[in-house]
């Protein structure tokens, strides 16, 4: 049987990936250059503006493909079968290598959407062939990414292929679930539950036990309790018992909330109505492309899955989180809030976090009209919370006007927040000035160049300028602070260390100042979230 058209190239780690792969590889912005960048720069060449220019036309219109799925590409069952053969025969692919992917496709489109924290529970049903597979390595994946996923495979396959995939999942201590194993209903026991039983390639009517699996998902959407959370359903490619051209011919069949096609959608998926379709396999090589005149999605960055059309509509009021964290309490913090949050930002500084140093300042003018901002937090000690900023824009003005202010810290991963509130002042001269010469010389550049907060006719007004100075100073003197730039220090009166728990029964410590015996101490208090 030829390779269903979904398998995607390159063999990766089996099991390796971290638990936090899955944000990783779908929404990893990388720092690099663009493509269309990189590539000439290796060849030692600079771009050119039509280049660039036909690549921002070529971005473009990927991005209306992936807006508008009508523009999108949709395989019959011959074009899904010839793509296979091309794939599996000149192109040197493997079936192991494009299994592997596949799954990997399907557990990155379903952590984009499902997080662990909610949906941990992930049942896995796999029919006997390459969907199948796919599914096998799905679950592994999402071991890896945090899940707690079952198989259900009553089916199996007889190659080493198969085998191997069951033993890597067993060394795991993955559970497989006979059919006589799995509850009644599904939606008590599991959050999520993958349709890998058939493929594009399968024909007919599904046989025992196969088509009872299919009606008891069927069954979850039609007898679903509206008070409580029924299982995500996932289809890998083609949802199983439908017709891969014309969809659900009986009106009657699995009804996913997502769907992951793999190469390129299938005609059916036009029929799709869930909230979610991805496409996964970004192994298709131009040749094919140009062959089958495919009109595929862009996929960002380094993702394995891109979403088809635009994201579903969401009431905001329901968006909630229901944190799980370890309780914060007053036995077990540190007496000093400044040990106290040097402790905080190192577990913010391990866990990986971009810029745990970012912090809202929010300050207040004598008109008593606040506004916030995100600085960068460049340093502290007992003294106080460093920054650095243009003395002029509006927050300098505010502090010269009332030179009080409040700054929040939130490290989401950790389901942290630290709020610090007191008076601020300048810091020496000498500080800024040292501060300063320790900045790139293109950010020097910058801070002379930015009249903050004004008005200005337009961002070719301060590359301009930019351009003057980078020239000025190109030969590396000493580029002058502006009289107008330095650094604030807020010296601290209260703390608040915020940890989100369940229920929104948030734990919140404040730490207040209180003098004893000439000496400075402070005060814990738990507040009511």
Same mark, same amino acid.
């Given at each position: ?142 071991? $890896? ?258 030179? $009080? ?125």
């Amino acid at each position: 049987m030829l390779r269903k058209a979904k398998r995607m190239s390159c063999l990766l780690s089996q099991t390796l990936l971290p638990s936090s792969a899955a944000n990783s590889i779908c929404n990893f912005k990388p720092t690099i250059a663009p493509h269309h960048l990189l590539l000439p720069r290796l060849l030692g060449l600079r771009p050119k503006i039509g280049f660039l220019g036909s690549v921002r036309g070529m971005a473009t219109k990927m991005d209306s493909i992936q807006q508008n799925p009508e523009a999108i590409s949709y395989l019959n069952q011959k074009e899904a079968a010839e793509i296979d053969e091309i794939l599996m025969g000149p192109l040197g692919f493997s079936v192991d290598q494009l299994m592997e992917l596949a799954g990997l496709s399907v557990a990155a489109a379903i952590a984009e959407v499902y997080r662990p924290s909610e949906y941990s529970r992930v049942l896995t049903i796999c029919g006997p062939g390459n969907n199948g597979g796919d599914g096998l390595v799905a679950a592994r994946h999402l071991y $890896h990414f945090g899940y707690k996923p079952f198989i259900c495979y009553p089916k199996r396959t007889a190659k080493p292929l198969y085998d191997g995939l069951v033993t890597q999942l067993e060394s795991l201590s993955v559970p497989f679930l006979l059919l006589e194993d799995l509850p009644k209903d599904f939606s008590d026991s599991f959050d999520i539950l993958v349709d890998a039983m058939f493929g594009f390639s399968f024909h007919g009517s599904p046989r025992p036990p196969f088509d009872d699996l299919i009606q008891r998902l069927v069954a979850l959407k039609l007898n679903g309790d509206t008070h409580q959370k029924s299982p995500a359903i996932i289809s890998i490619d083609i949802p199983s018992g439908w017709n891969v051209e014309e969809g659900d011919l009986s009106g009657e069949g699995i009804q996913p909330d997502m769907l992951v096609s793999l190469t390129a959608p299938k005609l059916c998926a036009k029929r799709f109505s869930g909230s979610h379709h991805f496409l996964g396999g970004r192994f298709v090589p131009p040749s094919i492309r140009n062959k089958f005149n495919l009109q595929l999605p862009a996929y960002p960055g380094t993702s394995m899955c891109v979403r088809i059309g635009k994201p579903p509509k969401i009431d905001i009021s329901s968006l909630r989180e229901n944190y799980i964290s370890p309780a914060l309490l007053e036995e077990e913090v540190v007496a000093d809030p400044f040990d106290q949050f040097q402790k905080w930002f190192d577990d913010a500084m391990i866990a990986g976090l971009k810029e745990p140093n970012a912090m809202a300042l929010s300050t207040t003018g004598k008109d008593g009209k606040p506004s916030s901002r995100i600085v960068l937090l460049k340093g502290f000690d007992k003294d106080g919370f460093v920054w650095y900023t243009n003395y002029e824009g509006r927050k300098g003005q505010q502090i010269a006007e009332n030179p $009080h202010a409040a700054l929040l810290f939130y490290w989401d991963d950790l389901n942290r927040q630290v709020r610090i509130e007191g008076p601020v002042q300048k810091v020496s001269d000498e500080e800024s000035e040292q501060y300063f010469h320790s900045r790139p010389r293109g950010s020097q550049i910058g801070a002379i160049v930015s009249q903050q907060s004004t008005v200005i006719p337009g961002r070719h007004v301060l590359l301009d300028e930019y351009k003057q100075l980078e020239a000025k100073y190109s030969d590396g003197s000493v580029i002058p602070k502006p009289k107008h730039w330095g650094g604030y220090r807020l010296k601290p009166e209260m703390f608040e260390f915020w940890q989100g728990q369940k229920s929104r029964l948030h734990d919140r410590l404040r730490y207040i100042p209180e003098t004893a015996d000439g000496k400075t101490v402070w005060r814990i208090e738990r507040l009511a979230p």
